[in-house]
């Protein structure tokens, strides 16, 4: 499907649809839960792109393979869920940080965020993989 109104469209929908993925992701920031959510949102941008325009041409705007997204996604939630472990908590136990940004105040960073962008990638990689690979058949 090569219409010039899906390219002139998706050309405004795709960052919105990104920074909506964005903004799912971040939402829980102190409980896990938005990057399954966001990971689809963003599976989505990426592959009303390849229709749009084509799925080479997606691969390339995304600028790593999506089984590479599946592995370092998967590095990512399994790391920072076993982080409680070398803390003497039981595994997944959120943990806890601060960073200090001088005048601006503290930043409280925990596990939940990090496998929740753990989960985004692996969500992110699996369904393009997919799609992906299907349009590339076609």
Same mark, same amino acid.
């Given at each position: 499907?090569?219409?010039?109104?899906?390219? =002139?469209? =998706?050309?405004?929908?795709?960052?919105?649809?990104?920074?909506?993925?964005?903004?799912?992701?971040?939402?829980?920031?102190?409980?896990?839960?938005?990057?399954?959510?966001?990971?689809?949102? *963003?599976?989505? *941008?990426?592959?009303?792109? *390849?229709?749009?325009?084509?799925?080479?041409?997606?691969?390339?705007?995304?600028?790593?393979?999506?089984?590479?997204?599946?592995?370092?996604?998967?590095?990512?939630?399994?790391?920072?869920?076993?982080?409680?472990?070398?803390?003497?908590?039981?595994?997944?136990?959120?943990?806890?940080?601060?960073?200090?940004?001088?005048?601006?105040?503290?930043?409280?960073?925990?596990?939940?965020?990090?496998?929740?962008?753990?989960?985004?990638?692996?969500?992110?990689? *699996? =369904?393009?993989?997919?799609?992906? =690979?299907?349009?590339?058949?076609?």
């Amino acid at each position: 499907m090569k219409s010039l109104i899906l390219r =002139t469209a =998706t050309r405004f929908l795709m960052p919105m649809m990104l920074l909506f993925s964005a903004f799912l992701l971040l939402r829980g920031h102190h409980l896990p839960g938005g990057g399954f959510v966001g990971g689809l949102v *963003a599976a989505a *941008a990426f592959s009303l792109y *390849a229709f749009a325009f084509d799925a080479r041409e997606a691969l390339l705007l995304l600028r790593v393979d999506p089984r590479s997204l599946v592995g370092g996604g998967l590095l990512l939630a399994l790391g920072s869920g076993s982080l409680s472990l070398l803390a003497g908590d039981p595994l997944m136990t959120g943990q806890w940080g601060a960073l200090d940004l001088g005048k601006v105040g503290e930043f409280k960073l925990g596990t939940p965020l990090f496998f929740d962008a753990g989960i985004y990638l692996v969500v992110l990689g *699996a =369904t393009l993989a997919m799609i992906l =690979t299907m349009a590339e058949r076609e």
